[in-house]
């Protein structure tokens, strides 16, 4: 029973969809990661807000897959599993890269001046 409620609280995307995403992401990260400060490239603000809703839409994605599979929508539990992971990844991403830079704040503030 501790499975099926495990399965009910995942949802996932196709692993194409996955590999699609992740290629799309490292692409966006190398052009950022090669932008000269001169560059009309999009501002660190509005590169963080899509970030953020990008992983906010994976979240919404994974969950509407978990209920079409409890009502019998969703047939495909690998889809619903895979993209339960995808989301839970980007979260993590998230909350890791907050973690560092509060902690980078931190050390700022307590720098002696």
Known sequence: ???????????SITATDALNR??????????????TPGDDGPSFADQLRD?????A???????QLV????VGK???????M??????????QLTLNIRNKAMSAYKDIMNMPV
């Open 74 to 80: 969703e047939t495909d539990l690998t889809k619903v």
């Open 57 to 63: 839409r994976s979240q919404s994605e994974a969950a």
């Open 1 to 11: 029973m501790k499975i099926l409620e495990g399965v009910n609280s995942i949802s």
């Open 51 to 55: 970030s953020l809703d990008s992983v």
């Open 82 to 91: 895979v993209s339960q992971q995808v989301s839970s990844l980007g979260f």
């Open 67 to 70: 209920r079409d599979y409890e």
């Open 22 to 35: 992740a290629k799309e992401m490292t692409e966006r990260a190398t052009s950022g990661a090669m932008a």
